[in-house]
């Protein structure tokens, strides 16, 4: 089971563990309110969603912008393994973490891979759909064709930019590797020979995140706002990595608690050495924009300590929030942890190479291709 440790306090609190306000970029932060009673426009978007990274919400945060609702279609288990290969998280796991996004309004459980005419039309008027959102990276059906060719014949397709750095392609490329030079450690290890350390960090590296962080990402994720002058704040830490279901409970329940959640993530430093030299998957980053897309959260403190001191040495992380009387101890009501997550792949890691292997073929073209650099 996952569990967490939680501190619930007071506002004064920030001043001591450095959460400050960017009040110039507050602008940036808050959208137009509309006035009257314009009709409200409905979007669509679709995906597989497994191994919900920053990208997808990056793009469910784009979709966002292009209406003021946005509907989410979690495509079926079988639809997945018909067009791309075995999924990693279940139906109800990539519900869990569609659901649980600051930017969806509602969602459709075991959507179709491609928009065809019945479908299309259900959204229209069942759903009352105004437009359907793609990114532009292409989406082909095994048989060649676009996904989407209807919804644009008809002219309700708009269209997003594809989050460059990240995919489930790449995710699933550093969990093979991190298992590979396990066993090519534990081989080393087992023989009289030294193992090469100059390899060692050549094979990390070869599947490092590119990720680049910008101010500018990080506050299209905030809220924006801090607690009211009489909230109850909460603080829970950890390490989020491979952000699943699992951490969508521990912290929907610890935003219950009080008006205001605060989630300290780990350095990757810090995890490393509480987790291996091969922890975490995501870095810093990564997880951080991770954590700020849960609706349940307020704010996060990028790279928290691992102890929670007075200011943000002891045995016990926790010991001073014990000693205050403000301690309280949660677990996942779900089972599935970051390590039951890789293990998943592990296990079947034939048929996740051999995807990956047919679907970097297709991102190597789309970077190659592309004309510009995206910064939305």
Not at 53 to 70: P, S, V, W
Not at 229 to 247: C, E, K, Q, S, T
Request: charged residues 25%.
């Amino acid at each position: 089971m996952l569990t967490a440790a939680l501190l619930g306090v007071s506002t004064s609190y920030f001043g001591g563990i450095g959460v400050f306000s960017l009040p110039h970029l507050w602008s940036d932060c808050f959208h137009k309110k509309k006035c009257g009673k314009k009709k409200r426009v409905r979007v669509y978007m679709d995906g597989c969603f497994d191994l919900m990274h920053y990208g997808h919400a990056n793009a469910l945060r784009q979709a966002k912008a292009l209406g003021d609702e946005l509907v989410v279609g979690v495509v079926s288990d079988e639809e997945i393994i018909a067009n791309k290969g075995p999924p990693v998280l279940s139906m109800e796991e990539r519900l869990a973490l569609v659901s649980g996004l600051k930017w969806v309004d509602e969602v459709i459980a075991n959507a179709p891979y491609a928009i065809t005419e019945q479908f299309m039309n259900r959204l229209f008027n069942e759903h009352k759909i105004d437009y359907i959102i793609h990114g532009d990276d292409p989406c082909l059906l095994p048989d060649g064709t676009d996904a989407y060719a209807l919804a644009k014949k008809v002219g309700r397709y708009k269209q997003i930019k594809r989050t460059e750095g990240v995919s489930s392609t790449d995710i699933v490329g550093r969990i093979l590797s991190s298992m590979e030079d396990t066993k090519a450690c534990e081989d080393h290890n087992n023989a009289s020979l030294p193992r090469d350390p100059l390899r060692a960090i050549q094979s990390k590296d070869a599947h490092l995140s590119q990720f680049l962080p910008t101010s500018r990402r990080i506050v299209q994720f905030s809220n924006c706002k801090g607690p009211g002058p009489n909230a109850r704040v909460v603080y829970i830490d950890g390490a989020f990595d491979l952000f699943h279901a699992g951490h969508v409970e521990i912290l929907k329940k610890a935003r219950q608690l009080g008006d205001f959640l605060l989630v300290g993530i780990y350095t990757d430093q810090i995890v490393s050495e509480h987790r291996g030299s091969y922890h975490p998957i995501m870095h810093l980053h990564e997880r951080s924009l991770s954590v700020l897309a849960c609706r349940y959260v307020d704010e996060v403190i990028i790279g928290a300590p691992w102890e929670v001191t007075k200011d943000m040495g002891q045995s016990d992380p926790y010991e001073v929030a014990k000693s205050m009387g403000i301690f309280q101890l949660l677990e996942s009501p779900k089972s599935i942890t970051t390590t039951s997550v890789a293990q998943r792949i592990i296990a079947n890691h034939e048929a996740y190479m051999k995807r990956n292997a047919k679907k970097a073929v297709s991102e190597k073209k789309y970077y190659e291709q592309k004309m510009f650099v995206s910064g939305d």
